[in-house]
């Protein structure tokens, strides 16, 4: 037996009785996390392009784009949503390959659900799959797949999408393995897109790709039949070290979904836990900003590394800046897209805190830890250290938490009322007769 | 000034009347050559398969598919003719970095000028930069990016495609540099797909992808600046060895269009000496080939790796036996697209021939040479020795024999009173006005 026929096997052979109870859980987090993410980068420049470059060649428009009223068809809808899911960083990760692996999957498949009949319990049992797919092809190539410079949430989620609607549109083990080996030929992404709107192109051109090659090998067109494994395959050309049993070790068993975190806030991941310091803070003495005389931040060297940036006039530059992180947690005590636009970081007040900050690198902290002390104006200091920053395998966000980032980003895209009906839609998405009233329902009216 | 720039710079300010008179003239060689080939495969299941797959989906049917009657959007026609370029392994070949440059850039721009206002003299144009853009690519990367098992006709042509596309469409520097990182970021396609339709598919999605991030760029997409030489970019992350300065040197002066060669037989390329040799004899003795009794090859040693198959039943399968093309060259005096179906391979007077032929590896023979030796019922032997075989760069094939191969393919797509008005006009394409009317000749009446 082969790894992509094993692989294959499994897919085909998966039965949605079969998925544990806390993989069903964290998979409908998952997906309220990602319509969230959808609906929040629905507005954004990237999305709005590749919307206008490809609406002249869209086929019969019955393909719907999450938090949009335009329609296009349904392949080039899994682009756009992939698009919109990423552009914020702000979807999902895993820790253990840096995978943001909603993307790519529920993109593909919020399309394909909202112009097919789909019901609930099958799209979460295609997005397991899909998500499981791209998490274990990706432990198989990391480390030295992604250290090279690849973008495994393009590269290991075109796989992944292909699953899953190679799942939805019924194949069999044959067209499997060749929907495998025409996701395997299309992996693609680099990483020196990061920084631009080539990165969330990744996950969409991911989402499409993996859709186009099931329809094509469900159609007859054929692809090699070591996908995965063969001498000139997916692991060997694009990973100088693999251990392809990381793919099929466990299948069924173990499921990567358990391991998946969700970011808090829309900014790299390394300022996390001062700014979760800085809202407990802000939270926890009911702070008033303005009697802020100093800022003092204990943090990993990394974080000076990475986002060491003071001198900062753009959102994009302040996702990028530990200080601009500390200061709207202390003066908003809450750190949401709101807090990462141009005027955010150049209201008055954010930016004299973020003046007084002070970050010092220093070898006793983790990256998930943090120290902060807050100097008042009376003289008084407000000290706060974590050792787990909310969002971290050790301190998930609750469901509450994940509602109210979906709130935060649903209202850049819908009307209020719309809001809490999507929402709601998503928490019990596995029982819902049809997953394209879901998405229907994030169309603006 | 950076890789990616450099060539940016040179794709937007290169003008046609700066094309050397040769290069030009290979260029026309390069067309008829490949546009014979979209009408050799246009038939072929993958080309319908590609079609039928994408039909549903398909926006505003404006795109013409060479030698088809179904329309696409020209996005999606591009990929088809991409398909239908590359499916008989038919097309020009640069020994230097083994690339298949025209397919890719071709297939883009035929889609691109069926619906769009296009003159030959840009075409022709466009079609020159691509085409050098791919092979310079090619030779940068070459061999470290093709021996890992990167088909580089796909993943380097995506770069040729795009930068045709974006000269076409007026592209200025700045967004030829988004599109030079748009198509590196999409840059894919392993060899663990020959043998299968995977293999042609990878320029088909060349074509496609590379069109698109022209458009995308035109539209203010963003990429990284860097697409090809940063730390994470094409070069660093799909090559162990590189040598970016083969992208920009020599540029605007140095072509590898004059380095390109054209296969006059559809099969393994190791075969072609001896095919060859036997049509020779077949014409300068005229042979009858009920009188011969036996065949003995002295061929490379590569030859008996790669083509040494013997117990043949199919089209595909003849393609890797040097006994069937010496067979068929000694049968039937030719060895076009009809000598490898199979019926051809079951011909009984070829299989004959075929069984009564010997090949013996000889280290002595360069894999541009043969020595054959017919035996006849009447005991006399007739001989042939090759040092160079037709269509290598010391003996290129003639227009004449151009015009020959373009008849053989393009008659399988097309009524006969078609063909002869699309080989004139591909011979005279930068004197057309509309390039558009070429391919509209190349749809069946």
Redesign the interface.
């Known amino acids: 037996m082969t790894v992509t026929r094993e692989l294959a096997e499994y897919l085909v052979e998966s039965r949605s009785a079969d998925l544990p109870d806390d993989v069903r859980r964290e998979a409908r987090r998952a997906l309220v996390n990602i319509v969230g993410c959808a609906l929040g980068g629905a507005p954004e420049?990237?999305t709005e392009?590749?919307i206008?470059?490809f609406t002249?060649?869209?086929?019969?428009k019955d393909g719907l784009i999450v938090g949009r009223r335009e329609k296009l068809?349904?392949?080039?809808a899994a682009l756009v949503n992939g698009i919109s899911t990423h552009v914020h960083d702000y979807d999902d990760t895993l820790p253990k390959n840096y995978i943001h692996a909603s993307s790519p999957v529920a993109s593909a498949l919020l399309a394909y659900a909202s112009c097919n009949d789909v019901s609930g319990e099958d799209f979460l049992h295609a997005f397991v799959l899909g998500f499981e797919t791209t998490s274990r092809v990706g432990n198989a190539t990391y480390p030295s797949h992604y250290d090279?410079?690849?973008h495994s949430t393009g590269t290991c989620g075109v796989l992944g999408a292909a699953a899953a609607i190679g799942k939805l549109t019924g194949l069999g083990v044959q067209d499997m393995v060749?929907t495998i080996?025409?996701a395997?030929?299309?992996?693609?992404?680099?990483?020196?897109?990061?920084?631009?709107?080539?990165k969330p192109?990744?996950p969409g051109?991911a989402a499409q790709n993996g859709y186009?090659a099931a329809?094509?090998a469900r159609?007859?067109?054929?692809?090699?039949e070591?996908?995965l494994e063969?001498?000139?395959?997916?692991a060997?050309?694009?990973a100088a070290d693999r251990d392809l049993a990381k793919v099929t070790d466990g299948l069924g068993r173990d499921f990567d979904l358990r391991v998946n975190t969700y970011k808090p806030f829309p900014c790299g991941i390394v300022n996390h836990p001062a700014i979760d310091a800085c809202i407990q803070l802000k939270e926890e003495h009911r702070l008033d900003a303005a009697a802020i005389r100093a800022v003092r931040l204990r943090v990993a060297p990394l974080v000076m590394d990475l986002c060491g940036k003071r001198d900062i006039s753009t959102g994009l530059q302040g996702k990028f800046s530990v200080v601009h992180g500390a200061a709207v947690g202390l003066v908003r005590g809450r750190a949401g897209l709101d807090e990462y636009t141009d005027a955010a970081v150049n209201d008055p007040e954010v930016k004299r805190v973020r003046d007084a900050a002070v970050p010092e690198g220093d070898p006793a902290i983790t990256e998930d830890g943090v120290h902060v002390e807050v100097e008042l104006a009376d003289g008084s200091v407000l000290a706060k250290t974590l050792e787990h920053s909310l969002g971290n395998l050790e301190r998930p966000m609750s469901d509450d938490q994940l509602s109210a980032k979906f709130r935060d980003q649903a209202v850049r895209a819908l009307p209020a009322e719309q809001v809490e009906t999507v929402l709601q839609a998503c928490w019990t998405i596995d029982a819902l007769p049809a997953v394209g009233d879901l998405v229907a329902g994030t169309v603006p009216r």
Chains 1, 2 share one sequence.
């Open positions: 420049e990237a392009i590749a206008r470059t002249p060649f869209s086929g019969p068809d349904p392949l080039r090279v410079g690849w060749w080996g025409l395997a030929t299309q992996s693609a992404g680099i990483r020196e897109m990061f920084g631009s709107m080539g192109f990744h051109r186009e329809l094509l159609n007859g067109f054929t692809s090699g070591y996908g063969g001498p000139r395959g997916f060997h050309v694009l």
